[in-house]
């Protein structure tokens, strides 16, 4: 996984050119099926609770999954750390809950914007619970992803206000569930993960989408089975990216998430971000590739300690 990052010569070098090609285009659609997500999540839910929006989300991707699942061995069932996988899920359902809120609230680009802030919580609670050295550039770079947060998020701006802390908050809890994710990806596969994570978002999710229940008409329907169609291929299109070339190559590219979100907000809402939502998000863009980067060398240069997965 780390020993062979050399770029080879001749023939093979061509093929390693290919792969950086082949995975930046698959980042770059799931940006724009990502961002096409988000934005009809902020069109119906501004009539279906966001609560409800977030159920249908989470049964639409596990039904399309349920093909999948039921071909893998029934080991890939039993996780090695099922408390973990519970308040993996806990966390993820919370994360997804408050950005489909701070969706409804604040205008798509400005949320987009607050989102890039996940890498920089995924560093420092690596760093605080996990023990990962975090050196200096790498805190700086930290440190001036928030600054870039502060920019976005500004007394007296237009999205000053609890859709933005709660677009915030959704951060901390994404950050929280990647970092069950990094302990879980120890002892459980991927295929594990996968399978605990949607059965247990569809049913953490339907408890409180009961309460703010309300039935949507034939269009609400259609426009939630299409948030999660939209989610599923975006997702299914970051894991071939990222199995087909570095993640170096897949980060800068989740920036194009911002232009998308800004166009079709546009077109759709007559949202277009304002110059400070643009300059923070560059800052925050620039820190969070710059800490992805350093990750990268930092995973080159260690011994590889067990299998790839």
Not at 35 to 53: F, G, N, T
Not at 145 to 171: D, E, H, K, N
Not at 236 to 245: E, I, S, V
């Given at each position: 996984?780390?020993?062979?990052?050399?770029?080879?010569?001749?023939?093979?070098?061509?093929?390693?050119?290919?792969?950086?090609?082949?995975?930046?285009?698959?980042?770059a659609?799931?940006?724009?099926?990502?961002?096409?997500?988000?934005?009809?999540?902020r069109d119906?839910?501004?009539?279906?609770?966001?609560?409800?929006?977030?159920?249908?989300?989470?049964?639409?991707?596990?039904?399309?999954l349920?093909?999948?699942?039921?071909?893998?061995?029934?080991?890939?069932?039993?996780?090695?750390?099922?408390?973990?996988?519970?308040?993996?899920?806990?966390?993820?359902?919370?994360?997804?809950?408050?950005?489909?809120m701070?969706?409804?609230?604040?205008p798509?680009?400005?949320?987009t914007?607050?989102?890039?802030?996940?890498?920089?919580?995924?560093?420092?609670?690596?760093?605080?619970?996990?023990?990962?050295?975090?050196?200096?550039?790498?805190?700086?770079?930290?440190?001036?992803?928030f600054?870039?947060?502060?920019?976005?998020?500004?007394?007296?701006?237009?999205?000053?206000?609890?859709g933005?802390?709660?677009?915030?908050?959704?951060?901390?809890?994404?950050?929280?569930?990647?970092l069950?994710?990094?302990?879980?990806?120890?002892?459980?596969?991927?295929?594990?993960?996968v399978?605990?994570?949607?059965?247990?978002?569809?049913?953490?999710?339907l408890?409180?989408?009961?309460?703010?229940?309300?039935?949507?008409?034939?269009?609400?329907?259609?426009?939630?089975?299409?948030?999660?169609?939209?989610?599923?291929?975006?997702?299914?299109?970051?894991?071939?990216a990222?199995?087909?070339?570095?993640?170096?190559?897949?980060?800068?590219?989740?920036?194009?998430?911002?232009?998308?979100?800004?166009?079709v907000?546009?077109?759709m809402?007559?949202?277009f971000?304002?110059?400070?939502?643009?300059?923070?998000?560059?800052?925050?863009?620039?820190?969070?590739?710059?800490?992805?980067?350093?990750?990268?060398?930092?995973?080159?240069?260690?011994?590889?300690?067990?299998?790839?997965?």
């Amino acid at each position: 996984m780390g020993e062979e990052t050399a770029i080879p010569h001749g023939p093979n070098r061509s093929d390693a050119r290919k792969s950086v090609i082949k995975g930046a285009a698959w980042a770059a659609l799931s940006s724009l099926l990502i961002s096409l997500m988000h934005v009809l999540v902020r069109d119906v839910a501004q009539e279906v609770h966001p609560i409800e929006v977030v159920f249908f989300r989470n049964v639409i991707g596990f039904v399309l999954l349920l093909p999948f699942l039921l071909r893998q061995d029934r080991t890939h069932w039993r996780s090695k750390q099922p408390k973990l996988q519970l308040i993996r899920s806990v966390f993820g359902v919370c994360a997804l809950t408050s950005f489909f809120m701070s969706l409804s609230m604040v205008p798509v680009a400005d949320v987009t914007a607050i989102g890039f802030v996940t890498v920089l919580f995924i560093t420092i609670g690596a760093s605080i619970l996990l023990g990962e050295k975090v050196g200096i550039r790498r805190w700086t770079a930290i440190a001036v992803g928030f600054v870039g947060t502060l920019i976005i998020v500004r007394p007296g701006s237009g999205i000053f206000g609890p859709g933005a802390f709660i677009a915030l908050a959704s951060t901390v809890f994404w950050a929280a569930s990647m970092l069950c994710v990094k302990v879980l990806s120890r002892t459980d596969s991927s295929v594990t993960m996968v399978f605990y994570a949607n059965f247990y978002f569809t049913v953490f999710s339907l408890i409180p989408a009961i309460i703010f229940w309300s039935w949507p008409t034939w269009e609400q329907f259609g426009l939630m089975v299409a948030i999660g169609v939209l989610a599923a291929l975006g997702h299914l299109c970051l894991a071939t990216a990222l199995r087909t070339t570095d993640a170096t190559v897949v980060a800068p590219l989740d920036y194009t998430r911002l232009l998308w979100a800004a166009g079709v907000g546009y077109l759709m809402f007559g949202e277009f971000p304002d110059i400070w939502t643009w300059v923070g998000g560059t800052v925050i863009f620039l820190s969070t590739v710059y800490i992805t980067y350093r990750e990268s060398r930092r995973k080159a240069e260690t011994p590889v300690t067990e299998p790839t997965r």
